[in-house]
Every structure is written in structure tokens, then in C-alpha cells.
């Protein structure tokens, strides 16, 4: 089983025990949960470290009022079993009194305008917690590389910006996304799902799909690129939050005609289930120009 760290002293002596023996450490942030989407993170920390700790921390921070921290799955033993079988060493599994001692703390981290997009319209407080305690994670962890999934684009590109600016001394890297066989981004949240809104969730990734292929084939209009995702999934009877195209790297608006990458990105209720999911549009192979800036600590 791996070691289980619950106090932030204790994983930092253990990390840096590790970097002392020179060993490349990478660390997975988690709410646990753990479900393959996770899994081919740990996967990819793995194949680029020689020790890889994986945090399992539900972040009431990053929670607004009336959303799910109280019901949100905590499946610790079962998390365990799996990370024993990637071979993961340390788990950092801390109390939410370990990580906020004086109840809700008055530093926040903010990356203001890409914080306020996309998501950031409804969950107007969920990217200052999800900075802040990412923040938190790798200073207590300090590891040489921290992996995310491209599920949460936006959530990925907010760490990256602040990594860069604020010259955090890690590698960030982002794993595409995982999805079941009818195309669903695996999600933790998927558990909230009935069989029937199973079948419509599928509808998330058809739609990101067909406006990709018309995309392939030449179409550059954004507004006929998302209305053609939208009505796929008002087909299946959703209605959706946001359907929006923006630039991969600053989810700035994309210009009403393309002219270089984008992401097309939703979100949607499906039931009781906020559901999210994203595509890349064009070559965004500048993107790892861009990761190369924050590596290198
Ligand atoms: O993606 C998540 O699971 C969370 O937002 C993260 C990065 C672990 C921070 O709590």
C-alpha cells in the first residue's frame, strides 16, 4: 500500500527525502474518487518520475454554497487498492482542518479574467480555491512535476498561467481525456448519473465531435460551429450551460472567424450532474512551447 501522509509535515519530509536521493518526483492532484480518468494521469506521472504521490483532497474551497462538497464520493480504501496497483509510494491525504487550520483562510491565489469565463459564469469562486489549494499542494509536495487532466481545460490552463506567473518551479502537464465507450469524459460526478441520462451524457461528446468534423472540412464561422454542437445536444433533450469556442491557452472569445486554435468547450446538466467536456480545434501544438516556459525547475 502506499504511505499515507495526513500531515503537511510529514509529506514534506517525505518529499524531501526523495529529492534529496535525487529522484524525479511528480505529484497527482485528486479528490479521489479514482476512476481510470485518474488512473492514466498516475499512468503519465509514472512514465516521467521515479516517485509519484497522489493528493486525495476534497477542497471545500473550491465549492460554491449550493454544490455537492457534502455528497461529493469519498471512497478512500478502494482509492488505495488502485494507486498500490500503479506502483504510486505517498498519498497525501490531509483534514480540511490540516489544510485550512483557521476555517476559510483570507489568502486567495486568482488568475482574475480566466477565472471568470466559461465555468467561471456560474462558479464564481470555484478557480480561487482550485488555485489556492493547488498552490498549497505544491509547495507542500515541491514536486518536479504536477500532472492534470485536459478534461478541466479551463481548470488546466488557470494552473499553467499561474505556475508562469508566478514562477512555480515545476513542470505542468495535462493528460487528454479518458471517456467510456460511448464517448463520456469519465468523471467522478458520471456516479450521479441514471442508465437513461447515461445514454443523453453521450450526446456531449457527439456534439464536440460534429462540430470538429465540420471544422476538418473547412468550416471557420464560430457561431455556425456552435450551433451546430448546440443542436446536437438539445436533440437529446439537454440544454446547455455554455457552449463556447476560446483560445486554447488565454479562453479569451474566439474571433466570429477562426484564425488559429481554439477549444470548443461545454458545459451541461445532465440530471443532477454538471457535466463538462472540451475538444481542440486546429494545432495546438504551440501549446508545448508554451508548457516548455514553466519547465525546467
Ligand atoms: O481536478 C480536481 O480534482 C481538483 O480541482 C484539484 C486539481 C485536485 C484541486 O482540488
Known amino acids: 500500500m502506499p504511505e499515507v ?20 518526483l511528480a505529484l497527482v492532484p485528486t479528490m479521489g474518487a479514482l476512476h481510470q480518468g485518474h488512473l492514466a494521469l498516475v499512468a503519465e506521472a509514472r512514465r516521467r518520475a521515479s516517485r509519484v504521490v497522489v493528493s486525495i483532497f476534497v477542497n471545500p474551497l473550491q465549492f460554491g454554497p449550493a454544490e455537492d462538497l457534502s455528497r461529493y464520493p469519498r471512497t478512500l480504501a478502494d482509492d488505495l487498492d488502485k494507486l498500490q496497483q500503479f506502483g504510486v509510494e505517498g498519498v497525501f491525504h490531509p483534514t480540511v482542518k490540516e489544510m485550512y487550520p483557521d476555517g476559510p483562510q483570507p489568502t486567495r491565489v486568482i488568475v482574475p479574467a ?16 482550485v488555485a489556492t489549494v493547488v498552490t498549497k499542494l505544491l509547495h507542500i509536495v515541491s514536486p518536479d512535476l504536477a500532472v492534470f487532466g485536459e478534461k478541466d481545460w479551463q481548470q488546466l490552463a488557470i494552473i499553467r498561467r499561474m505556475v508562469a506567473d508566478l514562477s512555480f518551479p515545476v513542470e505542468i502537464l495535462g493528460v487528454p481525456i479518458v471517456r467510456d465507450e460511448g464517448g463520456l469524459a469519465l468523471s467522478s460526478r458520471n456516479r450521479y448519473l441514471a442508465a437513461d441520462e447515461v445514454e443523453q451524457a453521450h450526446s456531449l461528446y457527439r456534439s464536440l465531435v460534429y462540430a470538429r468534423r465540420l471544422y476538418e472540412a473547412g468550416e471557420r464561422h464560430k457561431w455556425r460551429l456552435l450551433d451546430a454542437a448546440t443542436q446536437i445536444l438539445e436533440q437529446a433533450g439537454l440544454s446547455p450551460e455554455y457552449v463556447e469556442l476560446v483560445h486554447p491557452e488565454s479562453l479569451k472569445s474566439s474571433p466570429d472567424i477562426l484564425d488559429g486554435p481554439a477549444v470548443l468547450a461545454l458545459a451541461v446538466y445532465v440530471g443532477r450532474a454538471r457535466l463538462i467536456d472540451n475538444i481542440k480545434l486546429g494545432n495546438t501544438s504551440a501549446l508545448s512551447a508554451y508548457t516548455a516556459l514553466n519547465e525546467g525547475g
Request: proline residues 3%.
Open 5 to 24: 501522509f495526513s500531515t503537511i509535515e510529514a509529506m514534506r519530509q517525505w518529499a524531501a527525502c526523495v529529492r534529496r536521493q535525487g529522484e524525479r
Open 114 to 129: 480566466m477565472s471568470a469565463v466559461l465555468c467561471g459564469r456560474t462558479r464564481p469562486t470555484h478557480f480561487e480555491g
